[in-house]
DNA sequence: GTGGTCTAGACCACC
DNA sequence: GTGGTCTAGACCACA
């Protein structure tokens, strides 16, 4: 079992953002999304901190505090699994949610700039077809 | 003279992001958008210091940061102010560039949440809608 | 693991030159001559304030400046290490730019004192002979 | 006499130099070559701040150190002019100690820099050269 | 353990 | 008046 998932998360320890942090915003979006489903096993933490070369206790902390959120389940003596019974339901309002303070974020320093409407819409729309 | 400038920054001592960094972001964009031109003067360190209460060494070290980058130019004796040949060229595209980073958080979150291109851009509308 | 590295610095506080500075440039020219190579660690700031007897923010800050330009990078909850792609690469080229503005400081001096270039040149070569 | 000398000094605000050292340094060094010589009257105060758009007062400060150092001597009513009995000898041995300062800086950089002896000096040479 | 941020208050240099 | 430097000490975030 331990082909678990090698691909699962995108780590940068030079983003700025703190490592605990990317792993709780990414698994909690996957959950969000559908990619992982409720019940199913997540890799263990030696196994992310290994993959990753980052510290286990970093690794430990996230899924702690998604536990706490009640994102994830602890099971004793096997591992983390997705939470049975999820706020994160797949419905499209809630997931909106989610990226209202990227979109804040974005409009703030779109105004402070003076940039038209029509060229952040243009940018942003070229950069998400570019994502496909 | 006291009239200089009240109405020039906005600062969130609670928004996790550090006071230093807000000002220099915020100045480094007015000076991009042309709110600010080159050669103007900026509020002294004591002025800003005092309306925000702030320590002076805070805005001092904002000052200095946005010295380094070539944003303001200090004149001994006298004060800080923008920097005469500066890269912040007011045309567009260069502007377009500053927002890259937000786009890009903005971008990834959508696709890990698997929302649809067309609801991320109608959201993003309405919000810029909203602020005009 | 205590006997790191006690003789790197040579930090005089009544230079005129401020303490940071000092730091700042001995740090660069280290890395600029190889003496500090690509990934490897430096004392922590509480250890280097306490050898010369100096406020650790003063230390502190002069990590934030060789970060800011990229000599040195942060490794969070762990250090200090001098930068994997640094611009100061060890070849001559290089370093001699950063003895430029002493040359131009020295001729400027000479040339307004009238003296001979031959004397330059003898009092100089002297003094290096003498480091040796 | 207005006339006296447009293109005597050469101040940067820029330079990190303080503008009245600037100027002490250069005037000392112009009477200890003998481009300035006993008796001869210097440009006003007004005259040189009004060339290079500096506060009277600057150049008001170099010259009263100047004048405390014994280089120039005030005649009242009249302006300032080189001082007489000067220690300012133009004897080589003298000269060559206003530049130990610069020659020092040098050689610390060169030797942290691990710069060759003879790549030093041909720089040097080559610069001396070019100013000619 | 690491570095980062902020404060309050001092002193300095420059104009 | 301006900004710059430094201190002593506090608290926080990260690993």
Redesign the interface.
């Known amino acids: 079992m331990e082909i678990e998932s090698d691909l699962l998360l995108a780590i940068n320890?030079?983003s700025g953002v703190?490592?605990y942090r990317q792993v709780c915003e990414?698994i909690t979006?996957?959950v969000?999304?559908?990619?992982l489903k409720a019940g199913e096993a997540l890799p263990s933490v030696r196994q992310i901190a290994t993959q990753f070369a980052v510290?286990p206790m970093t690794i430990s902390k996230a899924y702690s505090l998604l536990e706490a959120d009640g994102v994830l389940a602890r099971v004793r003596g096997v591992g983390m699994k997705v939470a049975q019974r999820n706020d994160l339901e797949q419905n499209?309002e809630e997931?909106?949610l989610?990226?209202t303070p990227?979109?804040?974020?974005?409009?703030t320093?779109?105004?402070?700039?003076?940039?038209p409407?029509d060229?952040?819409?243009k940018?942003?729309?070229l950069?998400?077809e570019k994502?496909k």
């Open positions: 320890p030079n703190p490592i990414q979006r996957m969000a999304s559908g990619q510290n499209l997931r909106l989610f990226i990227a979109i804040e974020t974005l409009v320093q779109v105004e402070q700039l003076n940039i409407q060229e952040v819409l940018a942003i729309k950069r998400l994502g």
